[in-house]
Structure formats: C-alpha cells, structure tokens
C-alpha cells in the first residue's frame, strides 16, 4: 500500500527486554516523527528526522529510548531495558517536505503491552 | 511544555445534530490541526490551518484557527453514525528548530442512530 506502515502491530514484552519497532514510511517523504499515545490519552511527540538526520530528540522520555534512521527511509525505535511505564502505542508519521505546516501522515502504531 | 485544553472529553448526540468541540492553549501556534482516530488506526488529518483568523471547511466539517492563535474550534454538521470516533486537535510551534506536534486529549464523539 501507500500508506505509512509499522511493524509488529503488537508487541508483548516481559519488564527488562529490549524491544525495536519499525516505521516505513511513505516513499518520498522527508521528514518522520515517533510519536507515544499512551490509553486514553493524545499522541505525544517523541523524537524527527529530516532525511538521516535526527533533528529533534526532545521528547524521548529517557536514555532507554533510541531512535535512528541510517539511509533516510526506514526508521527503527528501540527501546532497552523496558518497563511496565513504556506500555502505549507508538505511532510513526512522515511528510513530504519540512514539519511545518505539512501533512502528516500517520501509521496505524505498534500497541507496546510490558508485563 | 505546551498544553492543549480540548473540550468536551466526550459527547454523546443524536444522529443529524450539529457538534462543536474546541481546544485552548497557553501557548501561541503557527497551525492548528484536527485529526479522527479510529479504534486501533492511526489519527487522519480532517483540516489544517495556517493563519490566524483563517476558517476552513472540508465537507460537513468547518474548523477555525482563532486570531490570536492560542486557539480552534471544531464544527461538524448534520452528524452520521461514521462520525463516531476521538476527535484531536494538534498544534505544531515551529520555532528555534522545534517542529513538535502538541495534541490534546481528544474528544471521544458517540452518535446515536
């Protein structure tokens, strides 16, 4: 398809694991964001990329989380050493150009549960 | 960090009534989005708005980016059972190199047939 996609849907992890989550974004586009939805509540803004280059890391709640994007297009994040806290869906969005302004697009997220 | 007040939290209405809701900031965006999220989707843009004051329409949907851009409304005419869903308001500060996305907290709309 030509929408955002995420890999795996679904992910149940034991407390201490480490995890990777896949964002592919739609081809062509620029710029990608991760965001973390926990229940109930909005998408808050982890981390964008322009290109390869991780612009802004601002809202990765901790140094468990790690985001990288090596050739511009697929995007992983990583999450070491997970706790029961991390347990949210973790939404990817691109857009064509620059963040401002722009349309994103989002992916129907990976629901994280840790145990 | 920036906040967004969005109101109500939930709705409950008559299938072809009218609904609002609205969002409220204490900080200043350069655009304001709506966004619907279907139970385990992605949330989908509904309308962006890039100016202060600008009013927009996408079908039964009117949205307005307030002048002194700290706030937005939400309109939805004549609403069907598909309307049901969370409705986010988002807005993006695009200064000093930040490009974040705030969301509130949604309005969760249930239509009664």
């Known amino acids: 398809g030509a929408g955002v996609s995420q890999s795996p849907r679904y992910k149940v992890a034991k407390r201490g694991q480490d995890v990777a989550l896949r964002c592919d974004p739609i081809?062509?586009?620029?710029?990608l964001f991760w965001y973390q939805q926990a229940l109930g509540q909005g998408p808050e803004f982890l981390t964008y990329f322009q290109n390869e280059a991780q612009l802004d890391k601002s809202g990765l709640p901790s140094d468990r989380f790690f985001a990288e994007r090596p050739e511009g297009s697929v995007s992983t994040l990583k999450i070491q050493r997970t706790q029961q806290e991390d347990s949210a869906v973790y939404l990817c969005?691109?857009?064509?150009?620059?963040?401002?302004?722009?349309?994103?697009?989002f992916g129907p997220g990976t629901r994280l549960t840790v145990l | 960090g920036q906040q967004l007040n969005q109101s109500p939290q939930s709705m409950f209405i008559q299938e072809g009534e009218d609904v609002s809701m609205n969002c409220t900031s204490s900080?200043?965006?350069?655009?304001w989005l709506w966004y619907k999220q279907d139970p385990g989707e992605g949330p989908v843009l509904l309308i962006a708005l890039y100016k202060a004051g600008e009013l927009t329409s996408n079908g039964r949907l009117t949205a307005q980016f307030g002048i002194t851009r700290k706030d937005s409304f939400l309109n939805i005419s004549a609403s069907i059972p598909s309307d049901v869903g969370i409705y986010f308001c988002a807005g993006i500060y695009s200064g000093a190199g930040s490009y974040q996305l705030t969301f509130g907290k949604g309005t969760k709309l249930s239509v009664i047939p």
């Open positions: 900080s200043i965006f350069n655009t």
């Open positions: 969005a691109s857009s064509l150009r620059g963040p401002s302004g722009n349309e994103q697009f």
């Open positions: 081809s062509g586009h620029v710029s």
